[in-house]
């Protein structure tokens, strides 16, 4: 894949978070293709741009996004995957967590958008012993 394909490719991606950071979804037909799937980390689904759309608006009236940042790209054919750090409040809750953001391509707007989320509160279970222990808390939602 030609080096201005990849930065096309990444800009794109940058300017979606950079919205997500700015709740200004001016430019989102541009990104996606009239109908994109987009599947959030726990499970919500929405297709086409128009929904997504009304999914972010939405969204930024009970929420704001604090922080996204992009920490690395992986490029193919058709596809690009980038690892991210994510710092949101939305319901009067604050969340972070790292993940990951599977994007399949057409005609270089966004076709298909799949988001895997992991939690940034980690630990080894085994650090005491051969016996696991793991830590009593709610497991994050994703």
Known sequence: MDDAKVSRREQVIRTW?????????????EIFTPEAVYIESWGPEYHGSGEIKHWFTEWNTRGRVLRWDIKQFFHS?????????????VDGRSECFDGVTI???????????????????????????????FRDFDARWF
């Open 17 to 29: 978070f950079d919205m997500w950071l700015r709740a200004d979804s001016t430019g989102l037909e």
């Open 77 to 89: 054919e058709n596809r690009t995957a980038v690892e991210w750090y994510f710092e949101n409040r």
């Open 103 to 133: 994007v399949l391509w057409s005609e270089e707007r966004i076709a298909r958008l799949q988001e895997f989320g992991c939690n940034i509160e980690r630990y080894d279970p085994y650090a005491e012993g051969p016996e696991p222990v």
